[in-house]
């Protein structure tokens, strides 16, 4: 059964894109929040729904851990807003944030759909989703109750993902969904020593057949330590231009490719 979406609050969004893998801890939400900050940057309105009910990470990415969504008199949600940038998540409605959420799938499918639709999302020109791993109740949630507006999947992968059964797996699962795949972004790519420069691709060779490569992330411990910290953002804007310039890039594509269909 397909669970009937509220679109008045949606009329003011443009683009839906989310943000999916076949495994877990690849870095969708690293990627997801990279990519909102880097539509920010070029001057989009953006928002990104945290659809991780159980390991909602997008708030500490972006050092918003102790805040909390709004409310308006007529019982609407108002996101909470860090660098101009709207979050939608689960974490920002507890008040113990060590408190787990233990919903079962239909109680997950309905909270989802509580979120999108009460959130006062405002003009946005995109909704980054970021999505939990695999392909479940919340994937299929978000697939066909959000359908009209979900403009596109980005898949991030691993290059030890790259199994051709997993890019396949995901393919089928936008393919069943009539999404449409934008393309894949490559996570850990690889490490490029900071003494000598000399590039390691320390998970192996990888080659994506049949998928738009949007953009390849190296290994970074310093990333590593600034998503662990809550500084992505301080990080991009003053740390890490080259990061920022190879995210920038995607961001432009994606919007290209969602301009013109
Ligand atoms: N390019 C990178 N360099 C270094 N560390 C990274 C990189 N990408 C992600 N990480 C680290 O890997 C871990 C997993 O990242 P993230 O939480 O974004 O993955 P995920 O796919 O959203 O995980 P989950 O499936 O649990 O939601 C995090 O600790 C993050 O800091
Ligand atoms: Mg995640």
Known sequence: M??????ENLRSVKNVVAVMSGK???????????????LKELGYGVAILDADVHGPSIPWILGAESGFMGATVEGYITPLEVNGIAIASFELLL??????????????????????SKTKWGFRDFIIVDMPPGTGDEHLTIAQSL??????????LTPGDLVAHVVKKAEEF???????????????????????GTIHKIFGEYRVE????????????????????GRL??????????????FTEA???????????
């Open 233 to 246: 953002i301080d990080y991009l804007k003053n740390d890490d231009k080259e990061l920022l310039k190879i």
């Open 2 to 7: 397909v669970m009937r979406i509220d679109i």
């Open 24 to 38: 877990g801890g690849v870095g969708k939400s690293f990627v997801s929040a990279a990519l909102a900050i880097a």
């Open 147 to 156: 359908k009209p507006f979900v403009k596109g999947a980005i898949l991030v």
């Open 95 to 116: 008040d113990r944030r060590e408190s787990p959420i233990v919903w079962r799938g239909p109680l997950k499918t309905r909270a989802i759909i509580e979120l999108v």
């Open 210 to 229: 049949g998928v738009n490569i949007l953009a390849e992330i190296p290994i970074k411990p310093e990333l590593s330590q600034a998503l662990n910290e």
């Open 251 to 261: 961001a432009k594509t994606i919007a290209s490719m969602l301009q013109s269909a």
């Open 174 to 196: 936008v393919r069943i969904s009539g999404i449409r795949l934008l393309g894949a972004v490559v996570n850990m790519a690889y490490f490029k020593c900071p003494v000598c």
